[in-house]
């Protein structure tokens, strides 16, 4: 993409704000990253809705925990103030959702209207849109506050169904015409429905009696047909071992990706009723599918399977205490159902011993885990879009040696001039790129001397030493600090921008205490949600949800960041010859470290005496001695 932005003339500060938006749809991102798992106003209010809707009609939640759902959720609101426009109406939002908690804490029984804050659920969506319009041609920009804008808007792009992929698609077809305006942009986020057409396999049966009943649209041919519009489905399918029928179904999505997501859904939800009226019967939606989208034409594809060239376990620990949550864990991965992914989350967590009334203890774990994930990202970041800055010039190199042999091969007299400016731009275009692999080259060699890292898999093997050059530089660490700043302003964009707000946060530490507390909220607002989507799915039996998708990848993601505090924590004690700790103990013990760090945060001058190496494992370190030899004293 990053050709696509340069070549379009995009600032920027629109580079950075698109990047930040791909970045939070990216289906690998981790906790804190993800959309599903961002700070935001918006989400806040639909699960706060929800919830009291669910309450009125099911009551699910009940009392205490409905009070804990609306309370989190008004913390999280109350945090994104700063980021909306007066004109917004987040504050009127916030009031009526506040006072709803105090009406329902004063009298549980009564039954709240959500008719107000169901209307400004729609105020808001629409607020979010019109900030990226103001964003978009913004000059002076505070980054800190447009972080949380572009995190907000990630998330209202994420829960309008919007696909990655499909998403970058659309928008290298877009600035290939040139550079956008803010409509065009807005647009491209948030686009209207379109009519798609799914086409799957359900192996087990050869025919699905009723199916345009519980389908309407829906159509369906056995696989051995003569249908022209199947044929390369059924080529990717092939061999086809078991009884089988072709179905498709028509979806309205913003895009390819999510109409393989809602079509595929709508199916084997439909399937529920065919396997209950045939209980020995085995019926399976198989991967592949073929999608027609309004242009008419079928494209192809199938779930995407990561994989690793060398699997490795969580801890070579024996940890009885961890054994249910893993097993939970991997099954909720593989449950295509959002709410029963979800649901299962929330199991895997309380198979800890953690308590819904003790969730905020893993939520303060979960914050500072996110420190550390955050300020390692940030190097990583930083090496990648620099290779990729290179390669881009590079690419360029490539594009202007062709255009001069092309020049040259059409050559006539009167094209003399023409030949000329090919080679002046080839030279051009070489020496820049020459340039810059010579001076990033040099750049990195002085991040790498003090940035010690892994020889194989590139990895930081000291933190600490990263932190170091985030931190308000003293003494020694001055040359590779400078280094950071020139390889963050070549790289640009996001990665130039998230360097600067970790040296903000990491110059204030008040700011960087702030930082963590919302953190905390964010993941104490969504752990009080799991524990209600369990709830709803097992004790209601309710499949759907607004944000359902959205909670069961949140869902995950916690649950991922937990067993890598857990298992890590049990390796340390594992190799040292310790008895484990209990998972229960772990999480009150760093409950207790994270409220010390805040504090110790908020009467310090400096965070010369912060420490990442370890700070959610065994030992006290994230508040410890200036580190030697880093220049911090």
């Not at 700070?39 to 925990?65: F, N, T």
């Not at 804990?68 to 945090?79: D, E, F, K, P, Q």
């Not at 001058?605 to 420490?611: E, G, K, Q, T, V």
């Amino acid at each position: 993409m990053r050709e696509a932005f340069s070549a379009a003339g995009l600032t920027r500060r629109q580079q950075s704000l698109l990047h930040a938006v791909l970045r939070a749809l990216d289906g690998g991102s981790a906790l804190g990253f993800h959309a599903a798992t961002s700070d935001s106003a918006l989400v806040a209010l639909i699960r706060a809705h929800d919830a009291l809707q669910s309450h009125i009609e099911h009551d699910q939640p009940q009392g205490r925990q409905l009070l804990r759902v609306l309370r989190t959720s008004g913390v999280c609101v109350r945090a994104a103030l700063p980021g909306f426009p007066a004109r917004a109406g987040l504050k009127a939002a916030l009031d009526e959702l506040e006072a709803t908690t105090a009406a329902l804490t004063a009298n549980p029984l009564q039954r709240p209207d959500t008719r107000v804050l169901e209307s400004w659920i729609t105020t808001i969506a629409e607020a979010v849109e019109e900030r990226l319009r103001t964003l978009w041609d913004a000059r002076a920009v505070d980054l800190s506050k447009e972080a949380k804008a572009a995190a907000e808007i990630a998330v209202a792009v994420y829960i309008r169904g919007r696909d990655r992929d499909a998403l970058k698609h659309d928008l290298t077809k877009l600035l290939a015409r040139g550079r956008p305006g803010a409509a065009e942009i807005s647009a491209l986020l948030w686009p209207k429905p379109r009519r798609h057409y799914l086409t799957v396999l359900v192996s087990g049966a050869r025919s699905l009696d009723k199916l345009d009943d519980l389908l309407p649209g829906a159509r369906q041919w056995p696989v051995t047909a003569n249908q022209d519009r199947s044929t390369a489905l059924l080529v990717k399918l092939g061999p086809i071992t078991r009884a089988g029928v072709l179905v498709r179904v028509p979806v309205d999505a913003a895009d390819l990706g999510t109409a393989v997501v809602l079509g595929r859904r709508a199916i084997s939800e439909a399937l529920d009723q065919y396997v209950a009226g045939n209980r020995i019967a085995d019926l399976t939606l198989e991967g592949p599918w073929q999608v027609t989208g309004p242009d008419d034409k079928p494209v192809l594809g199938e779930p995407i399977k990561a994989s690793v060239k060398r699997a490795a376990p969580l801890s070579a620990a024996r940890s009885e205490g961890l054994r249910a949550a893993l097993r939970i864990a991997h099954i909720a991965q593989r449950v295509e159902a959002p709410m029963t992914s979800a649901a299962l989350c929330w199991n895997a967590i309380e198979s800890t011993g953690l308590v819904a009334e003790k969730s905020s203890r893993l939520a303060r774990a979960c914050a500072m885990q996110m420190l550390r994930q955050q300020v390692i990202d940030a190097h990583t970041q930083l090496r990648l879009m620099v290779a990729e800055e290179v390669r881009r010039l590079a690419g360029r190199v490539r594009k202007a040696k062709g255009a001069l042999a092309r020049a040259e091969n059409a050559l006539t007299p009167a094209d003399s001039d023409a030949v000329a400016r090919a080679r002046e731009a080839w030279l051009e275009s070489a020496a820049a790129h020459q340039r810059a692999v010579g001076e990033t080259t040099a750049l990195m060699d002085l991040v790498d001397a003090h940035v010690p890292m892994s020889s194989g898999k590139p990895a930081l093997t000291e933190p600490d030493r990263w932190l170091d050059l985030l931190l308000p530089p003293l003494g020694g660490a001055q040359t590779a600090w400078d280094a950071v700043t020139a390889l963050a302003a070549f790289a640009g964009g996001l990665t130039e921008e998230t360097v600067v707000l970790w040296r903000e946060r990491l110059a204030r530490p008040p700011l960087l205490a702030k930082w963590l507390q919302d953190k905390q909220d964010t993941c104490h607002a969504l752990l009080e949600w799991l524990y209600t989507t369990r709830n709803i799915a097992f004790h209601h039996g309710r499949f759907a949800g607004p944000v359902d998708v959205a909670t069961a990848h949140a869902g995950r993601a916690v649950v991922d960041v937990m067993l890598e505090i857990l298992g890590r924590w049990h390796s340390t004690q594992h190799a040292r010859g310790q008895d484990l700790t209990p998972p229960e103990e772990i999480f009150k013990i760093l409950a207790q470290r994270k409220d010390a760090l805040s504090a110790a945060l908020h009467k310090a001058n400096s965070c010369h005496r912060l420490s990442i190496q370890h700070i959610t494992g065994p030992d006290e370190t994230s508040w410890s001695a200036p580190r030697r030899g880093s220049g911090s004293g």
